[in-house]
């Protein structure tokens, strides 16, 4: 089961992330109460071996935008939230990162259908930790797709029993308050996921 830690903002996170397993993690570099700046997910992806993607997360920038900050971020991967056209994982196609289009159950759901590398399957409003009817999407897109929306230790066994993702993402689920990460809770979202 391929698992994503997003929203990461501290070294200790990322470091526990990396230490337990996780195979990506996400750094927003959109307006959220995760944000952080092209500098600051510089400093987090440095630590990150090359094994794990590092994935920077957007909502609805234009692709001239998006690229800027992911060159200044470094990131390996850029995650497009809001229903972006095509023609935007088109016009960033040629940097070469992993991308995934973030998008809500009621989208097109085919894997790959505007050319991206990864699909995740959202709650409509994504980062706010809000559960949905998982199973809906069952079976119907197939290939490298993450489910993702209100997922937590106690409920994603439940998750990927009901939606059969090929991975999960996480992250209002491991943590103690809006924003602020918990390495325990980091580490039993991965025991979870993976039993
Ligand atoms: O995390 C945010 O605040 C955010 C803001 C704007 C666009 C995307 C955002 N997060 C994207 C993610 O990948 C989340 O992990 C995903 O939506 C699941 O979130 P949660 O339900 O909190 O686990």
Request: proline residues 6%; aromatic residues 4%; charged residues 20%.
């Amino acid at each position: 089961m391929y698992v994503k830690i997003c929203g990461l903002s501290e070294e200790e996170h990322v470091r526990t992330a990396v230490e337990a397993g996780a195979d990506a993690i996400g750094l927003v570099l959109t307006h959220s109460p995760r944000r952080v700046t092209p500098e600051r997910a510089a400093e987090l992806a440095a630590l990150v071996p090359p094994h794990v993607l590092t994935v920077g997360v957007f909502k609805g920038e234009d692709p001239d935008t998006v690229r800027a900050a992911a060159l200044a971020a470094g990131v390996r991967a850029i995650q497009l939230h809001g229903n972006h056209p095509h023609s935007d994982f088109t016009a960033l196609k040629d940097l070469g990162l992993t991308l995934v289009r973030a998008v809500a159950a009621d989208a097109d759901l085919r894997c790959g259908a505007y050319d991206e590398d990864l699909l995740l399957v959202d709650a409509p409003r994504a980062g706010a930790g809000e559960p949905w009817d998982w199973s809906a999407v069952r079976g119907r897109p197939t290939g490298r797709w993450l489910l993702a929306g209100g997922l937590t230790p106690g409920n994603v066994r439940a998750a990927v029993a009901a939606a059969a993702p090929w991975g999960v993402d996480v992250s209002s689920g491991v943590e103690v308050a809006r924003g602020v990460k918990d390495s325990a809770l980091i580490r039993a979202f991965l025991t979870a996921a993976r039993p």
